[in-house]
């Protein structure tokens, strides 16, 4: 019936749609240059997909307790929320510790969750003759009916990540650019490992509503990636990946309430693409003078 409501009146979630989206692009936009910088992006993916394995694990659960099936895609979506922190922390510790492989590690975690939930959602299927379990679309490509309070909410956490960032944005920059040389000046390089973990596992619970499982990393990485392009310093990438960040997204959603049959996700991610290939072709654009001065 929501579903229905929405197509009848495409505007109705319209606010609610762009507080969540502009929330969650300012939140990405912050954590982008430093996810860039880090070199997290694979980190991102892996903690996304284990997204699947909490929804998955949720979905197992309603088979023994129906209730839980009663709440349609608000269990799963704290399944979602609790193994994202988690793979986040599991992440973290495992990288920190060094005795293996992070690519490895994200790799192992990212096949598991991925696994563990398709193969939930496969019993759920054969148990329910067929039936598809509670948000298994939303968690692939997310959707954009989203309530006032959950628009809130995110909004709520999506500002709690950006203030954390700013109050600790010198420990956080000292930390992704050389760790060995923070953890000698004094920062808590162990203490800021773990929590920017949490900070990206956060800020893609919010994206996976909207974009989805699959497509929630480019949020994360894009806008950044771009930004870094245009800006050499740190200020100015962090206010350039905003604007990427919000014209996109904001962009997306724009597209798809105008033509409703076109998914979000994917609207979103690729204008943030569009972008990225504008800045990179300006800056080979601007680089060639330069060349062509050097050989001469």
């Given at each position: 019936m929501p579903l229905l409501l929405a197509q009848s009146n495409p505007t109705s979630g319209?606010?609610?749609?762009?507080?969540?989206?502009?929330?969650?692009a300012l939140a990405c936009a912050v954590l982008s240059v430093f996810v860039?910088?880090?070199?997290?992006?694979?980190?991102?993916?892996?903690?996304a997909h284990s997204g699947f394995g909490g929804a998955g694990t949720v979905w197992l659960l309603s088979l023994a307790f129906p209730a839980l099936a009663e709440h349609g895609e608000w269990a799963p979506y704290a399944g979602v929320v609790v193994f994202?922190?988690?793979?986040?922390?599991?992440?973290?510790?495992?990288?920190?510790?060094g005795q293996v492989n992070s690519d490895a590690v994200i790799g192992i975690f990212l096949v598991a969750s991925l696994a563990w939930g398709i193969l939930a959602q496969s019993i759920f299927r054969y148990v329910r003759l067929g039936q598809e379990p509670p948000g298994w679309d939303t968690f692939l490509f997310g959707r954009m009916d989203v309530s006032a309070s959950f628009a809130i909410g995110a909004a709520m956490l999506c500002a709690a990540v950006v203030a954390v960032v700013v109050l600790l944005g010198k420990e956080i920059l000292s930390y992704c650019?050389?760790?060995?040389?923070?953890?000698?000046?004094?920062?808590?390089v162990g203490f800021i490992h773990y929590l920017l973990m949490v900070l990206v596992a956060l800020t893609i619970v919010i994206?996976?509503?909207?974009?989805?499982?699959?497509?929630?990393?480019a949020l994360l990485v894009l806008p950044g990636a771009t930004a870094l392009i245009l800006c050499k310093s740190l200020v100015p990438a962090i206010l350039a990946s905003l604007v990427i960040a919000l014209a996109g997204t904001l962009g997306g959603i724009a597209i798809h309430f105008h033509?409703?049959?076109?998914?979000?996700?994917?609207?979103?991610?690729?204008?943030?693409?569009?972008?990225?290939?504008?800045?990179?072709?300006?800056?080979k654009i601007a680089e060639a003078p330069l060349g062509s001065k050097r050989a001469r």
């Open positions: 319209l606010l609610p749609a762009l507080v969540t989206a502009a929330s969650m860039v910088s880090r070199r997290w992006a694979f980190i991102g993916e892996g903690i994202c922190v988690l793979t986040a922390l599991g992440i973290g510790f495992f990288t920190r510790s650019l050389d760790p060995t040389t923070a953890q000698a000046s004094g920062v808590p994206g996976v509503r909207l974009a989805g499982n699959v497509l929630v990393t033509w409703m049959f076109l998914p979000t996700g994917p609207a979103i991610v690729l204008l943030l693409f569009g972008q990225f290939l504008l800045a990179y072709g300006w800056g």
